[in-house]
């Protein structure tokens, strides 16, 4: 087995956080880094204090799974974070600057 790039190993950290979403509709992990360090995590979901996704707390991603509209329709009455989202909000309480590595589009840096 060969050793990943650095790219490849954050990229995969990236897919094992997308594990902890709770979102119904794309289930999403990023992470932030410095000097080849994490500093953050985040993965996309409802809000802290929202019921979870999966529990009932975003009515636009309830409607997705149950048929009743089409992928990328109401996106703008989704009630979920992003990933990166949530992983920057993380990154500030740090107080550094930092590089994303997006766990849906390989080499994307922010």
């Not at 920057?88 to 930092?98: A, K, M, N, P, T």
């Amino acid at each position: 087995m060969a050793r990943p790039s650095w790219d490849e190993y954050f990229m995969n950290i990236a897919e094992a956080v997308k594990l902890r979403s709770n979102c119904l509709s794309r289930p999403k992990g990023a992470i932030l880094v410095k000097n080849k360090q994490i500093i953050s995590t985040g993965y996309n979901g409802t809000p802290r204090n929202v019921k979870n996704c999966n529990e009932g707390g975003c009515k636009r991603c309830m409607d997705r799974k149950e048929g009743r509209i089409n992928s990328g329709e109401d996106l703008d009455k989704c009630a979920c974070n992003h990933a990166e989202e949530n992983a920057i909000v993380q990154g500030f309480r740090s107080g550094l600057s930092c590089r994303a590595w997006n766990g849906t589009d390989e080499g994307s840096r922010n």
